[in-house]
């Protein structure tokens, strides 16, 4: 039973535009949501990550919107550049307990 | 300061071999992670000790698949017997494991291939 959801498996976007990444989860009980960016040959990498007690955050480009009655939250990443062309996971994790949920990815590809 | 440094970062084994993977997580931290990533299933955990104890053993892949951590510097994945289905690239990863919600880092991998 997938608990991290993340849609769409792949977007293509041009340099410029927004990029909207979905993740949805299953288990009311998290409350930490990281997102995580992997480019080829290298492990992922925290980019920003939200509370649930908060309903956005903001870190230049990139912005978590976080809608808890839905169990849904979004990264947006805004002016897209051709670096930003990655592999981005939702994960999500219980108070206390450090492991994550990882969501299967989302392969961002930004066309200059 | 180093980060988490896993050996080697490729690996090619027989079908019925033998491989062990080293990492080296962040100096100081208590949590450690392992992880196998393939494109199909995501990440997925295959064992999580904190200050050097199995906290968690993924159950699907207890039979084969075997973590442990020498000391709080080093641990090893030892798959024993490979087969084909494992191949996929091994993660190891560390936090300082100060409650939830503390950030993970990652090593660059070791991607094995199994024929």
């Known amino acids: 039973q997938q608990q991290v959801r993340q849609s769409p498996q792949s977007l293509t976007v041009w340099e410029g535009e927004t990029a909207i990444l979905n993740c949805s989860y299953e288990n009311s009980a998290f409350d930490y949501f990281p997102w995580y960016q992997q480019f080829p040959g290298e492990g992922p990498a925290l980019l920003i990550a939200i509370r649930s007690v908060s309903d956005k955050k903001e870190d230049g480009r990139f912005t978590i919107f976080f809608n808890k009655r839905e169990k849904k939250l979004s990264l947006h990443i805004t002016d897209s550049q051709p670096g930003d062309s990655a592999t981005y996971f939702c994960?999500?994790?219980?108070?206390?307990?450090?492991?994550?949920?990882f969501g299967k990815g989302t392969s961002l590809t930004v066309i200059p | 300061d180093a980060g988490v440094t896993q050996t080697p970062r490729h690996e090619v084994a027989e079908k019925g071999q033998t491989i062990i993977l080293k990492c080296e997580p962040v100096s100081g931290h208590n949590d450690l992670f392992w992880y196998r990533q393939t494109k199909i299933q995501g990440l997925e955990l295959l064992s999580y000790f904190r200050s050097k104890s199995l906290m968690e053993d993924g159950g699907a892949f207890k039979d084969r698949f075997k973590a442990e951590m020498l000391n709080s510097s080093f641990s090893t994945l030892k798959i024993q017997p490979t087969e084909p289905k494992d191949s996929a690239v091994y993660l190891c990863?560390?936090?300082?494991?100060?409650?939830?919600?503390?950030?993970?880092?990652f090593g660059k991998g070791t991607r094995l291939t199994v024929v």
């Open positions: 994960a999500a994790s219980i108070p206390g307990y450090q492991n994550f949920y």
């Open positions: 990863a560390s936090s300082t494991g100060q409650g939830g919600g503390t950030e993970v880092f």
